[in-house]
């Protein structure tokens, strides 16, 4: 358990406590400094202000001693601004109200005399000199680390306790995120597979079709020579059916245009399809690999090379 003893006088005040009581105002009842940046947030009344400065003080310098960063930090909640201190998480300190009942001032009786419909509190929060320190109110750690004044002990033995939990819930939310770093990272190496896989799928797909297309166009060609050897037997041989020449020389060029067998037989290009038939899931769940055709087609979407996901032809990857 760490230890913070609280001094009943500090000569030199932590720089966060000395913004602090800069920030503190002239009134005399309450102080109030939630509304300004750069500065602890307080809300109690002016008689603890002493007590809860020192008490700041000790903390801040306990959790700097042991390496936590301190700041003040400004956010937007439901449209207002919230000023909040961190130490791993944010802080709040305030002193607790009690509810009592209403006392009509003589001001609110004229005001209800003119206008009897004017509905006054029925209770009202007063301070009760207890202070409290922990997560701020409608804070989703409201209840992981709060400590209070109570009736056998002071807030000043509390503070141990405080910064063991702060130190316990950073180790948990270190923990959490090596695991979702760790998941994602699974996620990541899997979708990768997945997309090679569906890579191969792709190109052996594409080859199949081209291959038989030629199969196709060389079967077209050879029975269009064996139409034109016949058409010229059959005209050899004085027959009354007339054949054209120049139909018959047009035939046997077109027939040597579409035969593959007419040029040296490569590997065809890549495929320009979509994996989105063979891909089972988000395209874009995960960065794209970046080549300069990818790039040209979808410069919003690359990302830095990544190495090793899957076999090399499927960096070369152009999606439409």
């Not at 989703?140 to 002990?153: L, P, V």
């Not at 316990?168 to 959490?176: G, I, T, V, Y």
């Not at 770093?181 to 797909?205: C, D, P």
């Amino acid at each position: 358990m760490p230890t913070i003893d609280v001094p009943e006088s500090v000569d030199r005040l932590h720089r966060l406590v000395r913004a602090t009581c800069k920030a503190l105002g002239r009134s005399r009842t309450v102080v109030d400094t939630r509304g300004r940046p750069e500065v602890i947030p307080l809300y109690l009344s002016r008689l603890l202000v002493d007590r809860d400065l020192r008490i700041m003080h000790a903390l801040l310098t306990a959790a700097e001693n042991r390496g936590y960063a301190l700041e003040t930090q400004t956010d937007l909640h439901r449209g207002e601004v919230v000023h909040s201190l961190v130490i791993a998480f944010p802080l709040a300190l305030t002193e607790r109200t009690t509810k009592v009942r209403h006392e009509s001032t003589p001001q609110e009786v004229r005001q209800q005399q003119r206008s009897p419909w004017t509905r006054l509190p029925k209770y009202d929060e007063e301070f009760n000199g207890r202070l409290a320190i922990g997560a701020p109110a409608g804070s989703r750690y409201q209840h992981s680390y709060s400590y209070s004044d109570g009736a056998r002990w002071s807030l000043e033995s509390r503070l141990g306790h405080l910064l063991r939990d702060l130190e316990h819930l950073a180790s948990e939310a270190e923990r959490q995120q090596r695991e979702r770093k760790l998941r994602e990272a699974e996620q990541q190496r899997q979708w990768y597979a997945a997309i090679a896989q569906a890579r191969e799928q792709q190109v052996e797909r594409h080859r199949a079709r081209v291959l038989i297309e030629q199969v196709k166009a060389w079967h077209q060609a050879v029975e269009i020579r064996a139409f034109c050897h016949a058409a010229r037997a059959q005209a050899d041989s004085a027959s009354t059916l007339a054949v054209e020449p120049e139909w018959l020389q047009w035939a046997e060029e077109y027939a040597a245009k579409i035969d593959p067998l007419g040029s040296p037989l490569r590997t065809p290009p890549d495929s320009r399809e979509a994996l989105r038939e063979l891909l089972r899931g988000d395209l874009y769940a995960h960065p794209w690999p970046s080549t300069p055709r990818a790039a040209d087609r979808f410069p919003r979407r690359t990302t830095p090379t990544i190495r090793d996901h899957g076999p090399a032809h499927w960096r070369c990857l152009v999606l439409t």
